[in-house]
């Protein structure tokens, strides 16, 4: 399996990265790469075995619904490039 | 020998601290004069700041001198810097998050605090803990104590550093494919990871959030020990935390090596590894067999499909994890068309390369077509693997090998190669894939450089392999040899 340009420029879209065309081309190279010795495990038989996502499993956690104490307002937009009262602010979304 | 802090373990400084034969101060105050005398070389540091440092054990003293010395009295700790600190910059060595100042203390430090420990600033790693050597920091690459022009390997490398040359007793790093085993095999110190599970993940920056374990680093065995009770037990912040007491340390010294049974995978001692690397484990098993280990090779043929499922896994949940990283709630933000040209510039601006591929990769193998053979195959040789070795632990109590298929290696020269990076985790990832306890430690050298022993054990048994490993360290004669440094 070869990942052409135009799934470059898909996946980065997904992924929310601005790229240019000599960066486009240099990771499609390094994917091709990557992906040509991920062929691998192709081989595995893997039929009958169920996935798995953790390494351990631990199910329903639960805790008490017991508040705690949180950051305060001003704590939780210190770190933000810009904000507004009491809010997060990013370009317009929806346009009038 | 001389007789100064720098050259104290973990443990020899709390006792001396809480006996009151020296404070707080004049510890942190050694350490901090050494770190800034070495740094300029090594680069293990991205900050330490003397004047936090000291504020810290300034109050750590008057706690001692009110009778509150807790088990890590006046011992500085350095953090990796994925690990969320309160007031104190947590960069992950990336672009995207300069001059990110946490409003919350990671749970480990809030633990580290509460036993008596000092923070002693933060580690380099790799760009979010993506590499294996530390050089795609955007701070530079840290340097190898035993040789300046070789890597510490990573992604812990600074942390590593840091613990081998004796800028700081004992350090923390984070494990996501051995990011804390591999450094510390290859600055000849001891890095323990635990089960996955036993150590909160609150406050570490996400990578890979079903493989991430934080750990510790040290110089013997015991430190390690000291440093995994007191971070690890249960955490209602970290939804996978296993309900589970803290690795206790209480029967630490009380093993023997005697009728260990000890499985030695052929696939982590053949073509792969390289021979000097092999050779120096073989002397070191060699010297553990005569205090009694019964030694055997196995085979576990799914290790050699490990860097591949790894590659995928890890990036699939980092592209999920590094989402957030949009310029809104925190780092820099570039200018761009709309919310959606916004973020997609702030990003292409703020990730390295390293990562931007990774999260190329995950975005790629999580996406709608490529999803099954990519992706579910990669759970599904997860699970096998997880099989394999349960197999292997019913019958064993140990699974043994060279931590790293090879020694340091030169600053640079891996670059043009990027499978031969990745490569270098092919020991070091099952424990992760199955969330077993796993340790390094020096067993011996290779042309002058360290070479590690990984010592792993059944999920929860962190604190047999931490026995084994000490009794391990007592007979191996390289375990606590220093790097020769000024």
Same mark, same amino acid.
């Given at each position: 399996?070869? +990942?052409?340009?135009?799934?470059?420029?898909?996946?980065?879209?997904?992924?929310?990265?601005?790229?240019?065309?000599?960066?486009?081309?240099?990771?499609?190279?390094?994917?091709?790469?990557?992906?040509?010795?991920?062929?691998?495990?192709?081989? +595995? @038989?893997?039929?009958?075995?169920? %996935?798995?996502?953790?390494?351990?499993?631990?199910?329903?956690?639960?805790?008490?619904?017991?508040?705690?104490?949180?950051?305060?307002?001003?704590?939780?937009?210190?770190?933000?490039?810009?904000?507004?009262?009491?809010?997060?602010?990013?370009?317009?979304?929806?346009?009038? | 020998?001389?007789?100064?802090?720098?050259?104290?373990?973990?443990?020899?400084?709390?006792?001396?601290?809480?006996?009151?034969?020296?404070?707080?101060?004049?510890?942190?105050?050694?350490?901090?004069?050494?770190?800034?005398?070495?740094?300029?070389?090594?680069?293990?540091?991205?900050?330490?700041?003397?004047?936090?440092?000291?504020?810290? =054990?300034?109050?750590?003293?008057?706690?001692?001198?009110?009778?509150?010395?807790?088990?890590? =009295?006046?011992?500085?700790?350095?953090?990796?810097?994925?690990?969320?600190?309160?007031?104190?910059?947590?960069?992950?060595?990336?672009?995207?998050?300069?001059?990110?100042? %946490?409003?919350?203390?990671?749970?480990?430090?809030?633990?580290?605090?509460?036993?008596?420990? $000092?923070?002693?600033?933060?580690?380099?790693?790799?760009?979010?803990?993506?590499?294996?050597?530390?050089?795609?920091?955007?701070?530079?690459?840290?340097?190898?104590?035993?040789?300046?022009?070789?890597?510490?390997?990573?992604?812990?490398?600074?942390? =590593?550093?840091?613990?081998?040359?004796?800028?700081?007793?004992?350090?923390?790093?984070?494990?996501? &494919?051995?990011?804390?085993?591999?450094?510390?095999?290859?600055?000849?110190?001891?890095?323990?990871?635990?089960?996955?599970?036993?150590?909160?993940?609150?406050?570490?920056?996400?990578?890979?959030?079903?493989?991430?374990?934080?750990?510790?680093?040290?110089?013997?065995?015991?430190?390690?020990?000291?440093?995994?009770?007191?971070?690890?037990?249960?955490?209602?912040?970290?939804?996978?935390?296993?309900?589970?007491?803290? +690795?206790?340390?209480?029967?630490?010294?009380?093993?023997?090596?005697? &009728?260990?049974?000890?499985?030695?995978?052929?696939?982590?001692?053949?073509?792969?590894?390289? %021979?000097?690397?092999?050779?120096?484990?073989?002397?070191?098993?060699?010297?553990?067999?005569?205090?009694?280990? @019964?030694?055997?090779?196995?085979?576990?043929?799914?290790?050699?499909?490990?860097?591949?499922?790894?590659?995928?896994?890890?990036?699939?949940?980092?592209?999920?994890?590094?989402?957030?990283?949009?310029?809104?709630?925190?780092?820099?933000?570039?200018?761009?068309?709309?919310?959606?040209?916004?973020?997609?510039?702030?990003?292409?601006?703020?990730?390295?390369?390293?990562?931007?591929?990774?999260?190329?990769?995950?975005?790629?193998?999580?996406?709608?077509?490529?999803?099954?053979?990519?992706?579910?195959?990669?759970?599904?040789?997860?699970?096998?693997?997880?099989?394999?070795? =349960?197999?292997?632990?019913?019958?064993?109590?140990?699974?043994?090998?060279?931590?790293?298929?090879?020694?340091?290696?030169?600053?640079?020269?891996?670059?043009?190669?990027?499978?031969?990076?990745?490569?270098?985790?092919?020991?070091?990832?099952?424990?992760?894939?199955?969330?077993?306890?796993? $340790?390094?430690?020096?067993?011996?050298?290779?042309?002058?450089? %360290?070479?590690?022993?990984?010592?792993?054990?059944?999920?929860?048994?962190?604190?047999?392999?931490?026995?084994?490993?000490?009794?391990?360290?007592?007979?191996?004669?390289?375990?606590?040899?220093?790097?020769?440094?000024?």
């Amino acid at each position: 399996m070869s +990942i052409s340009l135009d799934e470059v420029r898909h996946v980065a879209r997904l992924a929310r990265l601005q790229l240019d065309e000599t960066e486009m081309l240099s990771l499609q190279g390094e994917l091709n790469a990557l992906l040509g010795h991920f062929a691998d495990i192709q081989i +595995i @038989d893997t039929q009958g075995i169920v %996935p798995t996502s953790h390494a351990v499993a631990v199910q329903n956690v639960w805790a008490e619904d017991v508040p705690l104490a949180c950051l305060p307002r001003t704590e939780a937009l210190r770190a933000a490039p810009y904000s507004k009262a009491g809010l997060f602010v990013v370009p317009m979304i929806i346009e009038e | 020998m001389r007789d100064t802090p720098t050259d104290w373990t973990a443990a020899e400084i709390a006792r001396r601290v809480a006996a009151k034969e020296c404070s707080c101060v004049d510890v942190s105050q050694a350490f901090l004069e050494r770190a800034e005398r070495l740094d300029a070389r090594l680069n293990a540091f991205i900050n330490l700041d003397r004047e936090s440092v000291l504020r810290e =054990a300034e109050a750590m003293q008057a706690r001692v001198d009110r009778g509150e010395a807790g088990p890590l =009295a006046g011992v500085p700790i350095a953090l990796k810097d994925n690990i969320s600190t309160r007031n104190i910059e947590t960069t992950c060595a990336s672009k995207i998050l300069k001059g990110y100042v %946490p409003p919350f203390d990671a749970t480990v430090v809030e633990r580290l605090r509460a036993a008596g420990a $000092i923070c002693f600033g933060k580690t380099n790693l790799d760009e979010f803990a993506m590499g294996a050597s530390t050089e795609t920091s955007t701070y530079g690459t840290s340097h190898n104590p035993w040789d300046p022009s070789r890597t510490p390997g990573g992604s812990s490398g600074g942390s =590593a550093a840091a613990v081998s040359a004796s800028m700081a007793p004992v350090a923390l790093g984070s494990d996501t &494919g051995g990011s804390i085993r591999q450094p510390a095999a290859m600055c000849g110190v001891v890095g323990f990871k635990p089960t996955y599970g036993r150590c909160s993940r609150y406050g570490l920056v996400a990578f890979g959030s079903s493989l991430d374990q934080i750990g510790p680093f040290a110089k013997t065995v015991e430190d390690a020990a000291l440093i995994a009770e007191a971070i690890t037990g249960h955490d209602r912040m970290d939804s996978t935390s296993l309900d589970r007491p803290a +690795i206790s340390t209480r029967d630490l010294k009380s093993a023997s090596l005697k &009728g260990a049974k000890v499985a030695l995978p052929t696939e982590m001692f053949g073509d792969s590894m390289n %021979p000097g690397v092999v050779e120096a484990v073989n002397r070191a098993l060699d010297l553990l067999r005569l205090q009694g280990i @019964d030694a055997r090779e196995v085979s576990i043929p799914s290790i050699r499909f490990g860097v591949t499922t790894y590659y995928i896994i890890a990036p699939a949940e980092a592209s999920s994890n590094l989402a957030r990283f949009d310029g809104v709630r925190y780092g820099p933000r570039s200018e761009g068309e709309g919310h959606i040209g916004v973020v997609e510039r702030t990003r292409a601006d703020g990730f390295g390369r390293e990562v931007k591929t990774r999260i190329m990769i995950g975005t790629y193998a999580l996406s709608a077509g490529y999803y099954d053979a990519y992706y579910l195959k990669a759970q599904q040789v997860r699970a096998l693997m997880q099989q394999e070795f =349960a197999g292997v632990f019913k019958e064993f109590d140990f699974v043994v090998s060279p931590t790293s298929p090879i020694t340091a290696f030169p600053i640079g020269s891996l670059d043009s190669d990027p499978l031969a990076m990745k490569l270098l985790d092919y020991c070091t990832i099952p424990a992760n894939m199955g969330g077993f306890p796993g $340790i390094s430690l020096n067993c011996g050298f290779s042309e002058g450089l %360290p070479v590690g022993l990984q010592i792993l054990g059944a999920p929860l048994e962190d604190e047999k392999v931490l026995q084994f490993a000490y009794c391990a360290e007592q007979v191996l004669p390289d375990a606590t040899v220093r790097p020769p440094l000024p």
